[in-house]
């Protein structure tokens, strides 16, 4: 059994930061779960670049809205109460219209450390070179 409270994780190395987000990462590969569940906070005003080559990423939306735009032109309004679902490796722009709050699922699992590359892109648990 595995009980964590967001209060403590984002206190810890669980947070990490990028220039458009912050997330907390709940459970990690590490936790061998088959998923790693995040708690995503978007700034308001950001536009993200996200493609996930090498993990399927599902998102519910808790609070605020934005606009996702495909690499088709197609945009998706979303707000509180919607999910969605890269289910594809759809490549994509977030467009946070306010502070976002977000609960993100990843498979396969991060390790904890991802950053978006130039691509929008997390490279596999496998190509990440740790000290
Ligand atoms: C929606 C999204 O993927 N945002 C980027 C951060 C990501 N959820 C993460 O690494 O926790």
Redesign the pocket.
């Known amino acids: 059994m595995i009980v964590r409270t967001l209060e403590k994780a984002q206190n810890s190395a669980r947070k ?1 930061q990028a220039k458009n ?1 912050e ?1 907390v ?1 709940l459970l990690l590969r590490s936790d061998q779960m088959g998923f790693s569940f ?1 708690i ?1 906070t ?1 700034y308001a005003g950001t536009s ?1 670049h ?1 493609h996930y080559r090498n993990h399927l ?1 599902a ?1 519910y939306c808790l609070q605020g809205n934005a606009v996702i735009e495909m690499v088709d032109g197609k945009q998706y309004e979303i707000s509180p109460g919607t999910l969605y679902a890269l289910d594809k490796h759809d490549e994509h722009v ?1 467009h946070a219209q306010s502070e976002l709050t ?1 609960i ?1 699922i990843f498979d396969p699992a ?1 390790i904890g450390t ?1 950053t978006h590359d130039e691509n929008g892109v997390y490279p596999l648990e496998a190509d990440i070179v740790q000290d």
């Open positions: 990490i987000w997330s990462r995040h995503t978007i993200t996200m990423e998102v977030l977000l993100c991060l991802e």
